[in-house]
């Protein structure tokens, strides 16, 4: 069905992944803003997180949120990179929340507000310790609060947040989680107010929800990959939720060559296309599927340990792949493949991010379970 590469959307499965986080967040008071820089903001998928009516929804790049806008997406848009000063003009008119950590830049925020007539939400971010984006010290952060509280009249301080689990690979612990919610009252204490959001990380995060130990101040998160495929927790972090859909996308590629051939290549080998020495296995003659994509599709071939695709059929498994040719081993597979037939994958975040960002990749939308 359809043109390949192909990438398959089924709808009913994100919107119920969707919902059962959702669920689950709502009753411990957090809020979502669902996260969809992974799939390019894919309209499709878009317009399923709101329907799901999420307190945001969010991407780290403003032409994205420009196309949401656009699309006519409902749901407050909120940009979770802190944006470059000459994106300002275009902050302001596509995203109605944004999360924050130069002066700079939210003084500029200020100004374009005023020049377009408007008003803006600002979460600043507090760095405990990943050391990407934030506020490292906290009174800096209290410092930068107190400036917007007393001194910006278009700019209204709605909350802060942080960022975990992306440079220092922090564990987003009880303990950790914590910080956050003690800056927060220390600005609250200096602003004289509440805060309206406390956000406590991604994805990452969501698993305390899980634990029951999330602390009670974080009311907000922000997640993309568990929403979408809800694989880092249960196959690298050994959480379990068959409430969970992990196919709710699907990657399908055509078969252009089947032969059977020896596992060692013929010959002296030098540099593969990539300046790498690979090292081989004997394993004999195998059986062995050419499919026409590869890594010019899909980005790198791993991810950590394993294939950043991953076949759905149990009885293959991929070999390897160069820019345009990914090789499947089938000696085994319980189904005759012939070439023409499609081979279906299930992918990990970095696959997806690559595959949505590919013009040349047909997307069925499907709604069946
Ligand atoms: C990408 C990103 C997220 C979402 O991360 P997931 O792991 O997909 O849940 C949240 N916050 C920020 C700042 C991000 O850049």
């Not at 999420?54 to 006519?72: C, F």
């Not at 602390?215 to 196959?235: A, F, M, T, V, Y």
């Not at 709710?248 to 596992?263: C, H, L």
């Not at 394993?283 to 950043?308: E, F, P, W």
Request: glycine share 8%; with cysteine; net charge negative.
């Amino acid at each position: 069905m359809g043109t390949y590469p192909q990438i398959e959307i089924n709808l009913t499965k994100l919107k119920e992944n969707i919902q059962q986080i959702k669920s689950r967040c709502n009753a411990c008071g957090i809020n979502i803003a669902g996260v969809v820089k992974g799939v390019w903001s894919d309209i499709g998928i878009s317009k399923a997180f709101d329907e799901k009516d999420l307190e945001h929804i969010a991407s780290s790049r403003i032409d994205q949120l420009r196309e949401l806008k656009e699309a006519g997406i409902k749901t407050p848009l909120m940009l979770i990179r802190t944006p470059m000063l000459s994106e300002i003009d275009e902050v302001i008119r596509y995203s109605d929340i944004s999360l924050q950590s130069e002066i700079q830049v939210i003084e500029e925020i200020e100004r374009e507000a005023q020049r377009q007539n408007t008003t803006h939400d600002v979460i600043l971010m507090y760095d405990i310790g990943d050391l990407r984006e934030g506020f490292f010290q906290i009174e800096e952060l209290t410092r930068a609060a107190i400036l917007i509280e007393n001194s910006m009249e278009r700019i209204k301080l709605a909350g802060i947040g942080t960022n975990l689990g992306c440079y220092g690979a922090l564990d987003p612990t009880y303990e950790k989680l914590s910080e956050l919610a003690e800056a927060a009252e220390h600005v609250e204490g200096a602003i004289g107010r509440r805060l309206k959001y406390v956000s406590g990380g991604s994805t990452s995060s969501f698993v305390r929800v899980l634990d029951g130990k999330m602390p009670e101040r974080i009311n907000h998160l922000r997640l993309g990959e568990i929403l979408l495929i809800s694989k880092d927790q249960q196959l690298l972090r050994g959480y379990t939720m068959p409430f969970m859909h992990t196919d709710a996308i699907t990657f399908r590629a055509e078969i252009i060559e089947i032969k059977e051939k020896p596992s060692l290549p013929q010959g002296d080998s030098v540099l593969d296309s990539f300046g790498n020495r690979p090292v081989f296995e004997d394993k004999g003659i195998m059986k062995r599927a050419l499919i026409a994509v590869g890594q010019a599709d899909y980005g790198s071939l791993m991810y950590g340990n394993t294939h950043a695709i991953i076949p759905t059929d149990e009885s293959i498994e991929v070999i390897s792949a160069s820019s345009d040719h990914t090789i499947i081993n089938i000696t085994n597979a319980e189904k005759a493949y012939k070439v023409g037939d499609t081979i279906s994958f299930k992918v990990w975040y970095t696959a997806m991010l690559h595959l949505f960002g590919k013009k040349s990749i047909e997307k069925l939308y499907t709604k069946s379970i």
